[in-house]
């Protein structure tokens, strides 16, 4: 068997041995080929960067990087790794990390970072052989919120342009995963909203959410008051406007140091579907 990067190979071929390692996975993945085309060029794949294992030309097994800058360091995202069931117990992840590591440095990639279900304990301890350090844990929602409309007066909402936020001033942007991040979701379908509190005597920027509102999606949302009472009420006027957009919402990977949003989400019957562990590998030489 051949590893080699992923640059010259067909990308049926790589869904076909895709989606067959995610059958009997721990949540349905979609089957769509037009999705990961989307949400992998949305992410930033580099498929010279990432790499398969090739038994005579058939592919059984592959990591799937996306490559882009955090804090001025080059880093690889493994947005994807699988072997197809015949081919598994014999390390090929193992295999295909000890081949993409060194080139990753060579390629000037400062760090390597993963998402893994808490669940999925073989992959956990594979990683862990590999280098890797759990550093994150990531709670993963889904549900139709439960909230009345009885702030309508209260606040107003404003559809803006990405290129209208200053990201450098919104709070927690380093704590979001890959996919949520503000680098990441400028590539993705998505709408920007601002909520505006009307009481008193200025309008006040509350808080702001990211949403595709084709699936109901919610990359990014935050309050930015700091006040218990007011940020309780806040997050309620912030997802009775979601709510206007997308009943049924799904949100990926909150970091669970953030128990105010987990808190609030339970509160409104958005219900926690899986759990992740973000994990972590130095490549600097």
């Not at 990390?97 to 390597?112: E, F, M, P």
Request: aromatic share 14%; glycine share 4%.
């Amino acid at each position: 068997m051949e590893i080699r990067n992923l640059s010259e190979t067909n990308f049926d071929t790589l869904i076909e041995c895709f989606l067959l390692s995610f059958e009997n996975y721990f949540v349905k993945m979609p089957t769509d080929i037009e999705y990961y085309k989307q949400r992998w060029k949305t992410a930033k794949v580099d498929y010279r960067l990432s790499y398969g294992m090739f038994d005579n030309e058939k592919l059984v097994g592959f990591i799937i990087h996306a490559i882009d800058e955090r804090n001025q360091k080059k880093i690889a995202y493994n947005t994807g790794t699988g072997v197809t069931p015949s081919y598994r117990g014999q390390k090929i992840v193992q295999s295909i990390y000890d081949y993409a590591i060194d080139d990753l440095q060579n390629n000037g990639v400062k760090r390597s970072i993963l998402e893994v279900i808490t669940e999925n304990t073989k992959a956990i301890k594979s990683y862990q052989n590999t280098g890797f350090k759990i550093t994150k844990r990531y709670k993963c929602f889904a549900g139709e919120i439960n909230i009345e409309n009885q702030f309508r007066d209260n606040f107003e909402v404003k559809k803006v342009n990405y290129s209208d936020i200053d990201w450098s001033e919104l709070p927690n942007q380093d704590a979001y995963s890959w996919d949520n991040h503000f680098k990441i979701i400028k590539n993705g379908n998505y709408t920007y909203y601002q909520i505006w509190n009307k009481n008193g005597l200025e309008n006040r920027l509350e808080s702001f959410f990211v949403i595709n509102p084709s699936n109901g999606y919610i990359a990014q949302f935050e309050v930015l008051v700091n006040e218990k009472q007011s940020k309780k009420l806040a997050y309620q006027r912030l997802f009775s406007a979601v709510k206007d957009i997308s009943p049924f919402i799904k949100i990926n990977n909150i970091d669970t140091k953030f128990e105010d949003k987990i808190n609030f989400l339970d509160s409104v019957g958005i219900e926690n579907i899986i759990d992740q562990y973000e994990m972590e590998m130095n490549l600097i030489k």
